[in-house]
């Protein structure tokens, strides 16, 4: 199986090292992830948790340490994807070049047999539990958000929102507890995939998170996709604009003021661009003395 559905970041890092694994997970925490406790040098995939939270298997990585040592490694969930090797390109002899260059083809067929794997049989268990589900008509998570159902489900105290493709496909679930707590299914996609509230009519609104949405659309009256993560705006927004051409896109941006690089901001305003859209940004009010 071949896995064309997520926008990929490739990158690559080269450089001479002692340790591969050592030097390999410095290579993962210099991209922004939690690297795992432990890594395993056997060229075969394995999952960890990106933020620390064992709940939250997120990341992959490959390591085949013989020879000369290389890997990837990546968020599946942001759609990211880094090369890594222990020696630079141009420290190879041609020989060893070509070895490289056929290794990292592999690792790449494999990865993506692998995710196409693993989106699959999570969309047919995101279906069969969504077919099952109640629909929503109150929750405690919706009540101290002031917000209305907007066609969620449940399924035991959880809220249940569908992850769907622009055909209405549902290819995972978010999930949402009593506390507010948000989780995703494992290995279910997510890069394209929203949610829908209201029928667009001139305007559609983008946005990160359900409860957002909901209040957006509450609010205005305007149909609104949800994108559940910062990351994923930018592929349903340009999605989206290939569904409904002649649409008012507004890309209703989450201000991370807090956050280094502020994501919510930055991830915005590249969709906004992308998708040829406009940019909403909360107003925050100062506060007084």
């Known amino acids: ?13 080269c450089t001479e090292v ?3 694994i050592k030097n390999f997970r ?21 999952r960890f948790s990106t933020n620390g939270k064992p709940t939250h298997k997120h990341g992959w990585y490959m390591l085949h340490s013989d020879g000369i040592a290389a890997g990837a490694f990546g968020d599946w969930r942001e759609g990211f994807t880094q090369n890594w090797c222990s020696k630079a390109d141009t420290a190879m002899t041609e020989a060893e070049r070509q070895v490289h260059r ?12 692998d995710l196409a794997q693993l989106q699959q049989l999570a969309a047919a268990d995101a279906l069969k539990r969504w077919t099952a589900a109640t629909p929503c008509a109150q929750h405690d998570y919706l009540t101290r958000k002031g917000i ?7 399924e035991g105290d959880k ?26 299914m494992s290995g279910g996609r997510v890069k394209g995939c929203y949610f829908g509230i209201g029928k667009p009519k001139g305007v559609l609104i983008v946005c990160e998170g359900f409860a957002t949405g909901a209040s957006i659309h509450e609010c205005t009256g ?44 930055s991830k915005a305003i590249a969709a906004a ?17």
Request: proline share 6%; charged share 20%.
């Open 159 to 184: 809220l249940l929102i569908p992850m769907r493709d622009t055909a209405g496909m549902v290819h995972s679930l978010q999930t949402i507890t009593l506390d507010g707590i948000k989780m995703f």
């Open 18 to 20: 002692i340790n591969p």
């Open 1 to 13: 199986m071949v896995h064309i559905t997520h926008s990929v970041a490739v990158g690559a890092i």
């Open 148 to 154: 209305k159902p907007n066609g969620v489900k449940i």
């Open 273 to 289: 661009h992308a998708s040829a859209g406009a940019l909403a940004v909360p107003i925050f009010k100062e506060a007084t003395a």
């Open 26 to 46: 410095l290579a993962i925490a210099a991209a922004g992830l939690t690297p795992p406790t432990e890594i395993i040098d056997d060229g075969v995939i394995h």
């Open 222 to 265: 305007h149909a609104v996709a949800v994108a559940f993560t910062a990351g994923n705006l930018e592929t349903v927004a340009v999605t989206l604009r290939t569904k409904y051409p002649a649409l008012k896109i507004i890309i209703a941006a989450d201000d991370d003021r807090q956050t280094p690089g502020n994501p919510g901001m």
């Open 102 to 113: 056929e290794r990292v083809k592999t690792m790449q067929r494999q990865r993506e047999e």
